[in-house]
C-alpha cells in the first residue's frame, strides 16, 4: 500500500514513518492486522481531507481576513512546523513505542487544532464588504462610516499556532485530497456569515471577488471526521500476531551493489528486545551519518526537495490560478481540482505501479523510468504559458478612461473628467458592468447618479463614463469573460490532467528506488529524514515565496477598512503567468541538472 506524503507532489511517494510497521505485517495478514489496516487508512483519509481542505480555502481566508498571498503562503507553510519537531525522532524510535496510541494521540491533536482553525469566524464581527448596492430602497451613493473591527493580524497569529498543533502528525492518501476540494467547492458556494443573517440582504455572488464562502464550515467536519479516526487505535494492541515465521530480509544482488555496509547497523536493535531509549539516542547521530553518507539517497533527496518546491507552489495556489486567469469561481475551481486532477495523480500512480510489476523494473530501470515521466510531464508543462484569457477590461486599472478598447497596465487614474463631479473613494472595490462592456471600479467611478431596483438586480443609471450621451446604465458585478475564454479553460484542463498523470507515472517507481537502495535497518530513518528535510526546505518556504511573486503582479489592493491594504482584488494575469511558471521550470531544470550528475 502506498501513500502520498504530499497529495500535490505526484513526482515522488513520501510515506509516513508508520508505513514500515504496516508493511512489515501485509504478508501476513490477520483479522486484527486487518483491522489496523482499515483503521490507518480512515486516518490517512482524514489527514488527507484536512490539508486539501485547507489548499481550497486559500482566497476565502484571503478575503476574510483581508491579507495578501504571501501571509497565506505562511499560514500553509506552518502546517509543517509540527512535523518537524517530531518526525525524525518519531521515525527512529517507534519500533520500541506503542505506535498505535502514539498515532491515536495524533489524531486527537490534528482534530484539537482543526476546530481551533474554525474558532475564528465564531470571535470576530460578521464580514462586511464593500458595497453601494442597498437590498430594500434605491441606493444612493453616500460612504459609508468607518466601524471598528478586530485586526486581522491577530488572526493570522492564531492561525499559525494552529498548524503548529495540525503538523504533529503529516500523512496524506490520494482519495483523501478528491473529498477535500469537493468540501471546499461546497463550503465555497455557501456564504460565510449563514445562519446569521439574512440571505435576500447578501447583494454578490460566488463569482465576486468579493465573496467569501462558509470556509469555517469545513474545517469542523474535518475536525469530527479526523476525531473520529483516532478510537479504532486506542483498543489495539502494542504489535501485532504473525501468522507464520518470518526469516530475516535478504537483499537481491543489484540491492547490494547499492546498499553500503556498515559497521554500526551490524548490531542494530531488534524491535522485540528491551533496549534502552540512552542506547538508542547514543545511537542516532552515527546512524544518521551513515544514511546521509549514501549516494544515492542522497541524490534522491536532493532532487525531490528541488521538484517538492516546484509542485508545492504550484499546487498551492492552483485553485487561485484557475480563479483569475480564466475567472472562474472559487467553487468551481475547487470541484475541478477534485473530480479532473486528483483522480489523475491516484491513476497516475496506480499506473505506474502496474508497469514497474509489468516491465519487472530494477534499481536502475526504476529510475530511468521516473526521470523520464518527470521530463515528458515537465516538457508538456511548457504548454501552459500559451493558455490565458485576457485580462478583464477595467477602466482605470488595465485599460485608461480615454481608450477602452486597448488593455494596458501603465499607470492609469480612476479619476476622470466624467467622475470629477461625483467625490468617489479610489480605494473601494465595489465592480459594476457598463453597457459597453467595459468593467468600471464602482458606480461612483462610472458616474453613475442614480440607481432603481435592490440587492444583486440593482441597476445604476446615468452613468456619464459609460457613454458620451450620459444616459447609459451599470449593472451589479463585472463584466463576463469572452467565449473564447472559455474555449481556452477547456484546453488548460485537458493538459493539467495529460501532465499530472505523466508525471504521477514515476511516483511508484521514485519510491520504491529509494526502498531498494537502503539497508531495511535505515529505512524507517531514511523515510523520517525523507519527510523532514522536504518539509523544511520545501513544504515551509515554497507558499510562501510563491505567494511574494504572485503579489507583485496585484494591480488593485482592496482596502481594510480601517487602513491598510488587505487582499488583491484583481492581478495583471500575463505577469501572473509569466513569473509563476517560469520559476517552476527553473526549480525542474534544477533537479533535472542533479539528477544527471
Given at each position: ?456 438586480s440593482t441597476v445604476f443609471s446615468n452613468c456619464s463614463c459609460v457613454g458620451v450621451a450620459g444616459n447609459f ?125
Amino acid at each position: 500500500m502506498f501513500t502520498c506524503m504530499y497529495f500535490h507532489a505526484p513526482v515522488h511517494i513520501n510515506v509516513n514513518p508508520f508505513f514500515l510497521f504496516l508493511s512489515h505485517y501485509l504478508s501476513h495478514l490477520t483479522l486484527l492486522s486487518q483491522m489496523f489496516l482499515v483503521a490507518l487508512s480512515f486516518a490517512y483519509f482524514a489527514k488527507a481531507l484536512s490539508g486539501s481542505y485547507m489548499k481550497s480555502t486559500i482566497t476565502q481566508l484571503e478575503r476574510r481576513f483581508d491579507i495578501p498571498s504571501y501571509l497565506i503562503g505562511v499560514i500553509d507553510g506552518s502546517f509543517e512546523i509540527g512535523n518537524l519537531l517530531v518526525i525524525a525522532f518519531v521515525s527512529y524510535f517507534g519500533a520500541k513505542l506503542h505506535r498505535p496510541k502514539i498515532i491515536a494521540v495524533g489524531c486527537v491533536l490534528m482534530s484539537i487544532g482543526t476546530f481551533i482553525i474554525a474558532l475564528p469566524h465564531f470571535i470576530i464581527g460578521r464580514y462586511e464588504f464593500e458595497t453601494s448596492v442597498r437590498w430594500v430602497v434605491n441606493s444612493t451613493l453616500n460612504p459609508s462610516p468607518c466601524p471598528v473591527v478586530l485586526s486581522s493580524s491577530c488572526v493570522v497569529c492564531l492561525f499559525v499556532c494552529v498548524y503548529d498543533i495540525l503538523g504533529c502528525v503529516q500523512t496524506i492518501s490520494v482519495v483523501g485530497p478528491v473529498f477535500g476540494y469537493l468540501l471546499g467547492s461546497l463550503c465555497a458556494k455557501i456564504y460565510v456569515d449563514i445562519g446569521f443573517v439574512k440571505m435576500e440582504t447578501i447583494t454578490i455572488t460566488p463569482a465576486d471577488a468579493r465573496w467569501v464562502g462558509a470556509w469555517w464550515l469545513g474545517y469542523l467536519v474535518a475536525g469530527v471526521i479526523t476525531l473520529l479516526s483516532a478510537i479504532p487505535f486506542w483498543f489495539l494492541p502494542r504489535s501485532l500476531p504473525m501468522s507464520g515465521p518470518r526469516g530475516p530480509e535478504k537483499c537481491t544482488a543489484e540491492q547490494t551493489s547499492f546498499i553500503k555496509d556498515s559497521p554500526l547497523l551490524k548490531h542494530k536493535y531488534p524491535a522485540d528486545d528491551n533496549t534502552s531509549f540512552i542506547e538508542m539516542a547514543k545511537d542516532f547521530i552515527p546512524t544518521l551519518r551513515t544514511l546521509l553518507a549514501h549516494p544515492v539517497y542522497l541524490i534522491y533527496l536532493c532532487v525531490t526537495i528541488i521538484q517538492l518546491n516546484s509542485l508545492i507552489g504550484m499546487v498551492t495556489y492552483k485553485p487561485k490560478y484557475i480563479e483569475q486567469h480564466f475567472r472562474q469561481s472559487a467553487s468551481k475551481a475547487n470541484f475541478l481540482m477534485g473530480v479532473i486532477n486528483i483522480p489523475a495523480v491516484a491513476l497516475g500512480m496506480f499506473s505506474g505501479g502496474l508497469l514497474m510489476k509489468r516491465l519487472k523494473l530494477n534499481i536502475m530501470g526504476a529510475a530511468r523510468f521516473a526521470f523520464g515521466t518527470s521530463l515528458i510531464g515537465y516538457f508538456l508543462s511548457l504548454f501552459f504559458f500559451a493558455m490565458s484569457c485576457e485580462n478583464a477590461k477595467v477602466a482605470g486599472v488595465t485599460l485608461s478612461y480615454d481608450s477602452v478598447d486597448t488593455i494596458s497596465y501603465d499607470k492609469h487614474s480612476v479619476f476622470t473628467a466624467c467622475n470629477s463631479n461625483c467625490f468617489c473613494s479610489a480605494s473601494d472595490w465595489d465592480p459594476v458592468c457598463g453597457e459597453n462592456g467595459i468593467t468600471y471600479v464602482s458606480p461612483c467611478l462610472a458616474g453613475c447618479t442614480s440607481s432603481t431596483g435592490s440587492g444583486k438586480s440593482t441597476v445604476f443609471s446615468n452613468c456619464s463614463c459609460v457613454g458620451v450621451a450620459g444616459n447609459f446604465t451599470a449593472s451589479t458585478g463585472q463584466c463576463p469573460h469572452a467565449d473564447d475564454c472559455d474555449r481556452m479553460f477547456r484546453y488548460f484542463l485537458a493538459l493539467s490532467v495529460v501532465t499530472s498523470f505523466i508525471i504521477s507515472l514515476g511516483g511508484t517507481p521514485g519510491y520504491m528506488l529509494l526502498i531498494r537502495c537502503i539497508k531495511p535497518q535505515l529505512k524507517s530513518l531514511a523515510l523520517g529524514f525523507h519527510a523532514l528535510a522536504t518539509r523544511t526546505l520545501a513544504g515551509i518556504p515554497a507558499p510562501i515565496y510563491f505567494g511574494a511573486i504572485i503579489d507583485t503582479t496585484c494591480l488593485k489592493w482592496g482596502q481594510k477598512r480601517c487602513g491598510g491594504i488587505g487582499a488583491c482584488r484583481i492581478y495583471n494575469t500575463t505577469a501572473y503567468r509569466y513569473v509563476n511558471l517560469p520559476l517552476r521550470v527553473l526549480w525542474v531544470l534544477l533537479s533535472f541538472s542533479v539528477f544527471v550528475r
